[in-house]
């Protein structure tokens, strides 16, 4: 069997537009549109942190970021690979394949925020936190998933890998998160971030529930998005079989 | 009929040990691996500085950690040479049999690179392991069987890939963090003199994960082989 | 000879192996009694090797239905304890000797004694004075033996070979044939994959000719009229594909 050889996606344009039919993406349009808006409100309508002044704005890209990570994106790429272990069936991988390359980016954004955070903040880039560093691993975990899926061809071969190492992943999480923490416990810093202070006023409050629903709107547009790339693929390379 | 998943899994840990026997290639690597690793590790810190008491434990981790690595690159590299592995697959023994047979090959051989590279740190760093000795051996034990559960499977796994040697490190290592935080905290305190109450909850920890990721692993084997 | 018709030891109605959208076994139906050989032509990539494959265990099937001595597959240890695979690599250990990797075999199938069975089936294929040499030290043919006997030595009531002949000088292919027809006399039933005309229909009570999947011809070697076969043959292997 010969398969021509198809790069990998690159992560998803951010066109408003599939490629396909043209057909206009109104589900990212409203999801952008709704994430600059909660900016807007974030940055002149939210009332400032007493203690860290204008750059605790971050904070509300920063957790609805690693929300939407880990409990939306890593939580589907796992819930994707239990599903076609079971079933078998091909669009499941797909989704997780989507939901992975979706997620990286999220994961990403949170690397980024945090450190600017931090150092904008306390004074250092990096801070071994619990949450901070298991977002770390969150990220080697989906990096290592997608380079896995790079270096393989057979369709079936490396739907079953990935769902593998998908569940795996998600057993893998709680774990790193516990010794983490225990490590931090052990051996106490004076800086720890508190990304999610429950205690927050109700503006603030708002704002943050707000950017959180943007921001899980975005992923799923993105989604959309991706796995409509994947479907085209797939039928592409079946054509060709 | 065949053997029960027990004895099919001591045949197969046999079988690989007998023929790393024969070879000794992978072994001997890890090995000069691991004491080149020491000694150089020692020149990379201040000796005035940083105590060799407070380096050793790390360095003796790192070591593990990637000497282990070797040493499970090479566990399934036997099986695809010549399609090996398709006499394990057509014969009656279970797939689970095949991953403890390989297990238990890869626990041999990891725990005897641990005693290795614990002398040549020893030596280096001029280390007394008088202090808590079996609990030490018990830490070190129990990592073992955390680092071959993940590194098995995922070597059976990146055999089939075409970055098979790049892969499986970048695949195991966020598994090993669960490990060797642990394993390596217990160590320092340990070898520090203190006393064992106060890793008790490292200890729990490393066990816990043993237990998950042992069964995890098992049963996620057949999953990884085409059928 | 018997008042009851014989039971089949392999059976197969409308087996199916997919891959993707590809069938690379489309509807095969076969049956194969006690003491029978079914001489396996066709030309590259009709499939032969993937049938194969299924019936030994290392595949499941897509499709229809197949059985080893009444076992349906995917039929786990008890099917593929009966069945001996011959493929075109031979599955030996290099680093371990002849006599190590026969025994190693007849362990896993649970042979009772196992130092004696590996004994007497390299004795069978003319090796036993080579049996304590490593693999790799050994020539191509006499690695094959080697391999023969590794597949025979659990005495599997169905032999699957794959182009078994090929590396073997003429001294192995004499003592290969001679332990086919044994194997046929003690009851088992072989399915023989081969280019070579000659030596397929030396040893097979039955022969078929495989394209695309599916079996073309099909037929008792008794009723067949070598001209025409070579004639059919050469129109359907040789210049199909």
Redesign the interface.
Known sequence: MSESVVRESAPPAMAPSTPKTGRIEWLLIVAILAVIGTGVRAIYFTPMDSLQGAVQKIFYVHVPSAFVALYMAFALVALMSALFLWLHDLRFDRVAESSAEVGVIFTTAVLCTGPIWAKAAWGTWWTWDARLTSTLFLWFMYVGYLVMRGAMQDRMMRARYSAVLGLLGALLIPFIHLSVYLFRTMHPRPIVLKPSAPSLPPDMLQTFLLALCSFALLFVALLRIRYRMAVARDALLEEND | ???SLLG?AL?IAR?DL??EF??RTAFFSAVVFGVLGAAIFYFAWDPTSVGALELAPGVLWMIFTFAGLLGLQRSFS?EL????M?????????REAIYMGKALANLVFVCAVEVVAILAVALFYNMSFSTHVPALALFAFLAAVGLVA?GT?FSA??V????AEL?LP??S???F??VV??AA?ATAKLLAGRPLAEVA??LK?LV??DI??VV??TL?FP??L?? | MLDAAPAAVVEAHGLTRRYGMRRAVDGVDLTLGAGECLALFGPNGAGKTTLLRVLAGLLKPSGGTARIAGVPLPGGPAARAMVGLISHEHMLYSALTARENVEFAARLYGVRDARGAAAHALERMHVAERADTPVRALSRGLQQRVSIARAMVHDPRVVLLDEPFTGLDAAGAAALTVMLCDLKEGGAALILVTHNLAEGLEVATHAAIMRAGQFVRQEPCATLDLTDYTAAYRELVTHGA
């Open positions: 009929m065949g053997p099919a045949l079988k007998a023929i024969r070879t036997t040479a010549d399609r090996a398709d006499g394990l697959l057509v014969s009656p023994v279970s993940v499977l796994m990146t089939n890939t075409r970055l892969l970048v695949l290592l966020p598994f963090v669960p935080i642990p905290q909850g490292w920890v816990a994960f998950v990721f995890a692993c996620a999953f990884t085409e059928e």
